[in-house]
Nanobody, 114 residues
Framework: QVQLVESGGGLVQPGGSLRLSCAAS????????MGWYRQAPGKGRELVAS???????NYADAVKGRFTISRDRAKNRVLLQMNSLKPEDTAVYYC????????WGQGTQVTVSS
């Protein structure tokens, strides 16, 4: 059974950085687009970053210039480097295939607060 497991979240002060990691199947990591999503309490999930099979990336305006999505095929991981974090970035972060969702993982909590 394919599973998505997110990790790397935590509590960080505004302006700080975190690196999130998504463990996924080799086929999804290597041969599918992958994305990072986030969901704040009472809000819907939003796509914040995506990466295509060939490595082209797209970002939501709210995170552009601050977040970087990448993949590590050797480790079957999709990463999200988050810099210059803002309180508005506080959410549970998930990974998934933008084109054909798999079952959602538990996500990893990111809290940006002083």
């Amino acid at each position: 059974q394919v599973q998505l497991v997110e990790s790397g979240g935590g509590l960080v002060q505004p302006g700080g950085s975190l690196r999130l990691s998504c463990a996924a199947s080799e086929s999804d990591i290597s041969f599918n687009d992958m994305g990072w999503y986030r969901q704040a309490p009472g809000k819907g999930r939003e796509l914040v970053a995506s990466i295509t099979v060939l490595g082209r990336t797209n970002y939501a305006d709210a995170v552009k210039g601050r977040f970087t999505i990448s993949r590590d095929r050797a480790k079957n991981r999709v990463l999200l480097q988050m810099n210059s974090l803002k309180p508005e970035d506080t959410a549970v972060y998930y990974c998934n295939r933008p084109t054909n969702f798999r079952s959602w993982g538990q996500g990893t909590q990111v809290t940006v607060s002083s």
